[in-house]
Structure formats: structure tokens, C-alpha cells
């Protein structure tokens, strides 16, 4: 059916950089938002940052300034550039996507298995 795959996790000290990757493939024949949600322990899921086809993005005030999302529609990928890291920010790391398979003519939402960002010295 669909797949979503991410990458770029992993460990990193305060102040450095990451970049997650998400890369959907499938039944595809539509996709609308795509965007990147994180789930620390102990706390509720959260919004992180969301991009449209036509480019136009949101990213969450705790990440402002220091987080950039991009996507390559023809790739059906969407990144998550990450500066600045602080331990905060330490989470799993789950790609969404809201698109139209070829056996439906409704968008619905799909997720990514994870991944780990951990922010520590």
C-alpha cells in the first residue's frame, strides 16, 4: 500500500544539526500536506512543522528560527532541517502525510514508524 520512510535520526551534542528525511511510496496518486510531528517520553504528541504542495509552511513556536521544513513534490519527500539543537528537542521524530491513494478519491493521513532524535552532551 503506502510507506512512509524516514531517516536522519540519531544523536547529536547542544547546538549541533540534523536532517530528517521522509520519502513515501506506494498507491500513490495525490499528496497534500506532509509535515513532522514528535513525541517526547511522557508527553503528548506535538506539531513540529507542516508544508503544503505550494510550498507554504508552519513550524511551531518552540522550534522557530531553528527548524526549516522543505519537501520535493516530485520525490514525494519532505525534509526537516534542524539547527541549533538543544536538549529539548530531544523526541521521536514522526513524518505525516495526508494524501489520496489510487483505490480511493479521499485524502487520509499516514505516519512514519519514527525515529529518534536525542540531543544530549
Known amino acids: 500500500q503506502v510507506q512512509l520512510v524516514e531517516s536522519g535520526g540519531g544523536l547529536v551534542q547542544p547546538g549541533g544539526s540534523l536532517r530528517l528525511s521522509c520519502a513515501a511510496s506506494?498507491?500513490?496518486?495525490?499528496?497534500?500536506?506532509m509535515g513532522w510531528y514528535r513525541q517526547a517520553p511522557g508527553k503528548q504528541r506535538e506539531l513540529v512543522a507542516i508544508?503544503?504542495?505550494?510550498?507554504?509552511?508552519n513550524v511551531a513556536e518552540a522550534v522557530k528560527g531553528r527548524f526549516t521544513i522543505s519537501r520535493d513534490n516530485a520525490m514525494n519527500t519532505v525534509y526537516l532541517q534542524m539547527n541549533s539543537l538543544k536538549p529539548e528537542d530531544t523526541a521521536i521524530y514522526y513524518c505525516?502525510?495526508?494524501?489520496?491513494?489510487?483505490?480511493?478519491?479521499?485524502?487520509?493521513?499516514?505516519w512514519g514508524q519514527g525515529t529518534q532524535v536525542t540531543v544530549s552532551s
Open positions: 508544508i503544503i504542495t505550494g510550498g507554504n509552511s
Open positions: 506506494g498507491s500513490i496518486s495525490s499528496i497534500g500536506s
Open positions: 505525516y502525510a495526508a494524501l489520496r491513494t489510487t483505490d480511493r478519491s479521499t485524502f487520509r493521513g499516514f
